[in-house]
């Protein structure tokens, strides 16, 4: 146990876990999508949706689209900059889902010519959880330098990343895949102890199999 388990996160109340986790997930989404957006359509669930009014709950994840950490003071404005900013945004309440975590919330951005679901859920003490992301599970906090690379499901792909972060002299942490067929598209989630370069995502979307990649630092 550390000082953080013991006070929480430094942030703007009443909640860590419906605010400074919603917080969180708000901007979680905004970096894995990765480009300007011009909607987001969030679904509240279980005690998220119940909390919502009352914690900020929907606030918050306002605010994290927007791009504030948990103790931004601008939190509470995020509404009102939403609304001068020329992104719409939409709101759906779900109140029973058991499947679910208690504190899930589906965050859905929309660029010009796609869009990227992303669901995650508030684990208590700020902390946060991305569990799926367009239909590809996932685990994955946000807690270490992230890349997400969505790629065809393909012999060599991994071994290319892999060798490619050992040059430039980065450790991996932990790295899991998610597939939906085999041969389908694939998606890759490696996070590292050291911050990658720059350069990561050029250098690695020039591989033919590799679609997308998303970098998340911290």
Do not use: W
Request: glycine share 8%; charged share 25%; with cysteine.
């Amino acid at each position: 146990m550390n000082l953080f388990d013991i006070i929480g996160p430094v942030m703007i109340g009443p909640s860590s876990s419906h605010t400074a986790g919603a917080a969180r997930l708000g901007k979680l989404a905004r970096n894995i999508f990765g480009e300007e957006f011009y909607k987001a359509d969030i679904t509240l669930y279980n005690s998220f949706s119940k909390t919502a009014k009352g914690h900020g709950t929907d606030k918050a994840i306002v605010a994290g689209i927007l791009g504030m950490e948990a103790d931004d003071e601008n939190l509470k404005n995020a509404f009102e900059l939403i609304k001068k900013s020329s992104i719409e945004v939409n709101f759906d309440f779900q109140d029973s889902n058991r499947e679910l975590h208690p504190n899930t919330a589906m965050i859905k951005l929309y660029e010009k010519e796609k869009s990227m679901s992303i669901t995650g859920c508030s684990l208590g003490g700020g902390r946060v959880m991305i569990q799926d992301i367009d239909g590809f599970k996932t685990e994955f906090t946000g807690e270490f330098n992230t890349i997400i690379s969505i790629q065809r499901d393909k012999p060599g792909i991994v071994a290319y990343v892999a060798s490619y972060l050992a040059q430039e002299n980065i450790n991996i942490a932990q790295m899991k895949l998610s597939r939906k067929s085999k041969g389908d598209t694939a998606l890759m989630i490696i996070e590292t102890d050291e911050i990658p370069p720059k350069s990561l995502k050029t250098d690695l979307e020039k591989h033919e199999g590799i679609y997308k990649i998303v970098l998340s630092t911290i």
